[in-house]
């Protein structure tokens, strides 16, 4: 079963989420800020708690995740 990008971002530790998307809490969050949580989970030796390969291609594809910020004009 694939979670959602919701369902996973809260297992993520306060402490980390809020180092991730400090100062862009009000925006959808951006696959560099995943990639931060994720490299300091990899560092923390937390392998379990990381996404498996499809849920990111799924938070990918379906606009969860945004892979980069797109200014209105």
Same mark, same amino acid.
């Given at each position: 079963?694939? $979670?959602?990008?919701?369902?996973?971002?809260?297992?993520?530790?306060?402490?980390?989420?809020?180092?991730? $998307?400090?100062?862009?809490?009000?925006?959808?969050?951006?696959?560099?800020?995943?990639?931060?949580?994720? @490299?300091?989970? %990899?560092?923390?030796? &937390?392998?379990?708690?990381?996404?498996?390969?499809?849920? @990111?291609?799924?938070?990918? %594809?379906?606009? /969860?995740?945004?892979?980069? $910020? /797109?200014? &209105?004009?």
């Amino acid at each position: 079963m694939v $979670r959602s990008f919701e369902e996973w971002w809260a297992t993520v530790p306060e402490e980390l989420k809020a180092k991730a $998307r400090k100062g862009d809490e009000d925006n959808k969050v951006l696959l560099n800020q995943v990639n931060y949580v994720l @490299l300091h989970l %990899h560092l923390q030796g &937390k392998h379990d708690t990381k996404p498996s390969h499809e849920e @990111l291609k799924d938070w990918l %594809h379906s606009g /969860q995740v945004d892979v980069m $910020r /797109q200014i &209105k004009k």
